[in-house]
Structure formats: structure tokens, C-alpha cells
């Protein structure tokens, strides 16, 4: 506990019982010294029995060292849960010998008959009393009736749409818009109230203008403008496009990339990195590491993190955000600027995170771009899954990235591919030519599934809206 700064110390009123719950200490610093005490107490003859003397008593102290961290127990101890049972004369009977497994049991122990025994399965997540305000009753004018119970006004699952207006567009749709919603001029308007804004704006549009389809990556990589702006600016200029080989981006209003041909070019790909055995390394030694891990859950027994500040509207118009303290040093120019490497794949550079959303234009690579290229001017019909490109293009290019990200690796950790064959050498040269692989990679790769939450999948950038 004490290596991980990030977790709390737990202590446990009865070790030896997996059903207790612990109260948590919290990690404080501190500048105190360890002192080392003796008490010596020498006693006196005693010459007259009548007489008592006192015995002599020294103190001696060593001063040991400093303590620069204490664990302070400040909250309250939960609920604790027996394993215990009811019968029908109100007596506890204790469970732990049935349900507690000790030692390597046989099949008679699992057939027993027992008693019902389902322990919670989470205590409460605080240890610290907190003031809850509940909101007051509303008081409704006078001759206010309740609404009729409906699916427009119930509780759902998902959660109300935010006030961004976006607009977006299906494959299937037939009409793409060519202007934004009202609310979204609106709402730009009353946020874009400095020079800063009008700029940024201004370099948006001329963007829109070289390219017609960008991510909201390649945008941050290009200007330099706040998160939260940006969510207020792209919907002012742009449509977001759900589905098809153009899914997750952002297209310029009045511009249907599924009636151009030269907007192969735009097509997005889903890209992941291989890892397994198969593929010469395991997932502990891939040189681009996940973001999260199953191993690293948080807990209620770890550190709460702090809490994000809310954007107001009076900060959005004062050109600062969450971060413009810290930020303010740095210029307005490259403030929120992000690396191009975020958008931009290059020939002996890995990637930043194992997966990517690139554009096909952003593959700075010939090898790539011959495949992008087959059917040059022969572009017959848009599908949804291909879009422009010939079938299985995006198949061939994750092929191709696969073994230049491999051979990477290679140059740089050669001890992972040290019982590589030459003739296995031969056939990975050939397939990194020919762009083939095994069915079975093409089998894996499609049914993977993207992980939630990442900052980096284009694919959650619909929870900004919705």
C-alpha cells in the first residue's frame, strides 16, 4: 500500500473472515520524528520496613528518524456481514464451516443441502458522511395539472440529449444537410464574443474548405482552440456522419461524400494493433500500452479522483477553460494543439494508442497509398462497408500496417523474434507485399470490439451529444 500512493490503507476487525469489511486510513504527509523511549526504574534497598522509598526512574531517548507519511482512519466503519443463518426459533447459526472452503474438497461438500446465502455484493462506496440537498418541491401556478405518464416523460436508460445540435446522418439517409440547425447558430453566437473565437472560426472554415471531411483529431492537431468550444463550433459548420465508410466524422454542410468519388480519399479506417503469440509478442510486451487495465479497476478503497470543474458560459467567453490557470503559460497559438501523430500514420512510427480512427489521406506511406489507388477513376458504386475502395481494401491495409508495426518492433526488441525461421522471414516479406494474410487474422480483427471510454475513439464522440 504504501508503493501505490493511490490507495488506502485497510484494516480488518477479523483477518481470517473474507466477509468482513474493512475501514480505510487515507495517506497524509508529514514531517514528525520517530523517538525510541526506554524507562529504566531502579529500586532502592529498603533499610526500615516502616519507610517506603520511591524507585528511581530514568528516561532514555534515541531519535530513530523521520516519518514523511501517516495513515489517518477518519471515516466510519460500514456495515460488517456474518455468515450466519435464522432458524425458525430466532437462534444464529454460523455458516462458515459450509460455505467456506478450506482445503480440496470433495463432491459431497458441493451437493450439501444448505441454507439460502447471498452476501452483497458492494458495501457503501463512502466512508464519510456527506450533506445530500434535495431539491425543494416546485411550486406550480395555480391550475397546473401533471402530464400524462408517457414514453416522452419517463425515467429511460439513456440519458437526455445535450444542447449542442448536432446533426447527424446515416449511410441510408437520402438528403444530407446543407445548412445548421438555428439553436446551433444560437448557441456559437453567444459564446464567440472575442477576437480569439472569430479567428478560430475563420481557420475552421478555410479547413473545411481544403478537405471537406476531417475527425475532430485531425481539427485539434490543426488549430488551437478549448474542447469545449470546439463542441459548439463543429456543429455550426459541420454534420456528423454515424455510419458508413465515412462513420465518426465530420463533413462539411452541403457536401455528400457518397456522390464524389475523390472522397475515397476521406474514408475512415479502424486500425488496432495485433497482439498475441501468433503475431511474434504477447500483449506484456507490446511497446504501446492500453490505457486501461482489467487488473487496475478502481475501487472504493482507492483514492477518489479529483473532481473535474465545470465550463461556464462567462469562462467560454473569456477565452479559459478547466485548465486555463495552468494553461495560461503556454501560447494561444499551440495551447490545445495535438500532436499529428494523433491523426497521422508514418512510415517507423508506432501509433499512440492501440487503436486508431486514421483517414485514408492521413496514411503517409506509398506502399499504403498504391492501395488506396487500385481503381483510380474505375469507382463505380459507394457501399456502405467499403465506400469507394475495392472489397477487403481496409482488410489489405491492416495487413500492411500489422507487418510494418511488427518489423518496428523488431528493430527495436529483436530478443521477441529470436526463434523466427528464415523461411517464416520469407513468407512475412512476401505477405507485406503482397498484402495477404491468414483468414483467421481477418476472422480476429473483425470480431474485436472496441473499448469504452477511451479519449481516442471517434466512436464515443457521439456521447458528447447525445
Not at 257 to 282: N, S, T, W
Amino acid at each position: 500500500i504504501y508503493a501505490d500512493p493511490g490507495k488506502r490503507l485497510e484494516l480488518y476487525f477479523r483477518p481470517k473472515d473474507p466477509y468482513c469489511h474493512p475501514v480505510c486510513a487515507n495517506r497524509f504527509p508529514t514531517s514528525t520524528v520517530l523517538l525510541k523511549v526506554k524507562r529504566r526504574t531502579k529500586k532502592k534497598k529498603q533499610l526500615d520496613t516502616e519507610e517506603q522509598i520511591q524507585p528511581e526512574v530514568q528516561f532514555e531517548m534515541e531519535i530513530l528518524g523521520t516519518v514523511t507519511t501517516v495513515y489517518k482512519f477518519q471515516g466510519m466503519s460500514d456495515f460488517q456481514y456474518l455468515a450466519m443463518h435464522s432458524g425458525h426459533d430466532g437462534k444464529q447459526t454460523s455458516m462458515y464451516d459450509k460455505v467456506l472452503m478450506l482445503k480440496p474438497e470433495k463432491e459431497e461438500f458441493f451437493n450439501r443441502e444448505l441454507p439460502l446465502y447471498i452476501p452483497p455484493p458492494i458495501f457503501s462506496r463512502l466512508d464519510t458522511p456527506v450533506d445530500y440537498f434535495y431539491r425543494p418541491d416546485i411550486q406550480h401556478r395555480e391550475g397546473y395539472n401533471n402530464p400524462q405518464v408517457s414514453g416522452e416523460n419517463l425515467i429511460g436508460l439513456s440519458r437526455a440529449r445535450r444542447p449542442h445540435n448536432a446533426i447527424f446522418v446515416n449511410f441510408d439517409d437520402e438528403e444530407i444537410p446543407t445548412k445548421p440547425l438555428d439553436a446551433a447558430v444560437q448557441t456559437w453566437k453567444k459564446v464567440c464574443t472575442n477576437p480569439v473565437d472569430k479567428k478560430v472560426e475563420e481557420e475552421l472554415r478555410k479547413l473545411f474548405e481544403v478537405r471537406p471531411v476531417w475527425s475532430r483529431n485531425a481539427v485539434k492537431a490543426n488549430i488551437s482552440v478549448h474542447p469545449d468550444k470546439l463542441k459548439l463550433l463543429l456543429p455550426y459548420l459541420a454534420y456528423y456522419m454515424l455510419t458508413g465508410p465515412w462513420r465518426s466524422l465530420w463533413v462539411r454542410f452541403g457536401y455528400d461524400p457518397r456522390k464524389h468519388p475523390e472522397a475515397k480519399i476521406y474514408q475512415v479506417l479502424d486500425f488496432r494493433i495485433r497482439c498475441g503469440m501468433k503475431y511474434g509478442y504477447a500483449p506484456t510486451d507490446m511497446p504501446v500500452k492500453a490505457k486501461r487495465s482489467t487488473y487496475n479497476c478502481s475501487l472504493p478503497i482507492t483514492v477518489r479522483k479529483p473532481v473535474s470543474h465545470t465550463v461556464s458560459v462567462h469562462d467560454l467567453k473569456q477565452g479559459l477553460g478547466t485548465s486555463g490557470a495552468s494553461a495560461a503559460k503556454k501560447p494561444a497559438s499551440s495551447r490545445y494543439k495535438l500532436k499529428e501523430s494523433i491523426y497521422i500514420f508514418r512510415e517507423g512510427a508506432l501509433p499512440p494508442y492501440r487503436q486508431m480512427f486514421y483517414q485514408l489521406c492521413d496514411l503517409n506511406v506509398e506502399s499504403l497509398q498504391k492501395i488506396i489507388r487500385r481503381n483510380d477513376g474505375t469507382e463505380s458504386e459507394c457501399t456502405e462497408r467499403d465506400g469507394w475502395c475495392l472489397p477487403k481494401t481496409s482488410d489489405d491495409l491492416r495487413d500492411t500496417m500489422s507487418l510494418m508495426i511488427k518489423q518496428i518492433i523488431r528493430s527495436t526488441r529483436p530478443a521477441l523474434f529470436s526463434s523466427t525461421t528464415s523461411s517464416e522471414d520469407g513468407k512475412e516479406q512476401l505477405a507485406y507485399e503482397s498484402g495477404e494474410d491468414e483468414d483467421d487474422e481477418e476472422e480476429e480483427e473483425e470480431d474485436f470490439k472496441p473499448s469504452d471510454g477511451s479519449e481516442n475513439e471517434m466512436e464515443t464522440e457521439i456521447l458528447d451529444y447525445v
